[in-house]
């Protein structure tokens, strides 16, 4: 004998957005704009750290060196001449899509549940992910279209438009699509 079927509730529901949404965005807004403005320089160090890594992996010989410094982010070349400017990279832009990722998963009925609250942490570590990748297209672009003849001589055009599109393209649209797609991905999901 075989049971009746009954209808089974969709794995991604959609989302309510009503006044209770609206406030759970809000203080989910105002608790991550917080929680960015307390820990936007140890985040930053960790994204120099990371991005002067990933750096030193492509290059051939390894002379890249980021340091974060008070909201940018010193790109330092041992081939440098010693008296040459360190540009320094603003930071912010790349990184304050945190509070946007933050007041998409504060709409969920029960943000703080262990489930959405888990899924909202593994998505910020996606989003670091991105903002590193975000640090080393930066630092190449500037690398290809920015240091004059140096910067001919030591990238082609394919790279050269590699590198700048990779970094625009994250500046225009990447880094407001990220937050988006990880909430889309993860914080959408059901919560049984």
């Given at each position: 004998?075989?049971?009746?079927?009954?209808?089974?509730?969709?794995?991604?529901?959609?989302?309510?957005?009503?006044?209770?949404?609206?406030?759970?965005?809000?203080?989910?807004?105002?608790?991550?704009?917080?929680?960015?403005?307390?820990?936007?320089?140890?985040?930053?160090?960790?994204?120099?750290?990371?991005?002067?890594?990933?750096?030193?992996?492509?290059?051939?010989?390894?002379?890249?060196?980021?340091?974060?410094?008070?909201?940018?982010?010193?790109?330092?070349?041992?081939?440098f001449p010693e008296?040459?400017?360190?540009?320094?990279?603003?930071?912010?832009?790349?990184?304050?899509?945190?509070?946007?990722?933050?007041?998409?998963?504060?709409?969920s009925p029960h943000?703080?549940?262990?489930?959405?609250?888990?899924?909202?942490?593994?998505?910020?570590?996606?989003?670091?992910?991105?903002?590193?990748?975000?640090?080393?297209?930066?630092?190449?672009s500037l690398y290809?279209?920015?240091?004059?003849?140096?910067?001919?001589?030591?990238?082609?055009?394919?790279?050269?438009?590699?590198?700048?599109?990779?970094?625009?393209?994250?500046?225009?649209?990447?880094?407001?699509?990220?937050?988006?797609?990880?909430?889309?991905?993860?914080?959408?999901?059901?919560?049984?």
């Open positions: 004998m075989t049971r009746p079927s009954r209808a089974e509730p969709p794995l991604i529901p959609a989302v309510r957005l009503d006044g209770r949404a609206a406030l759970r965005a809000l203080a989910g807004f105002l608790a991550a704009l917080f929680v960015w403005f307390a820990f936007a320089a140890p985040y930053e160090r960790t994204l120099a750290v990371a991005g002067g890594l990933v750096l030193r992996v492509l290059e051939r010989p390894a002379v890249s060196t980021l340091r974060s410094s008070e909201g940018e982010i010193r790109v330092d070349r041992a081939d008296a040459s400017a360190r540009p320094g990279l603003p930071t912010a832009d790349i990184h304050f899509n945190f509070v946007l990722l933050a007041a998409l998963f504060a709409l943000p703080l549940r262990a489930r959405p609250f888990g899924r909202f942490w593994i998505a910020a570590l996606l989003l670091w992910v991105i903002h590193v990748a975000a640090v080393v297209f930066e630092v190449q290809a279209t920015s240091l004059g003849p140096w910067s001919v001589e030591h990238y082609g055009p394919i790279a050269r438009n590699f590198w700048a599109a990779g970094f625009h393209f994250y500046q225009i649209a990447g880094r407001f699509a990220a937050p988006f797609v990880l909430w889309w991905m993860l914080g959408r999901a059901d919560e049984t």
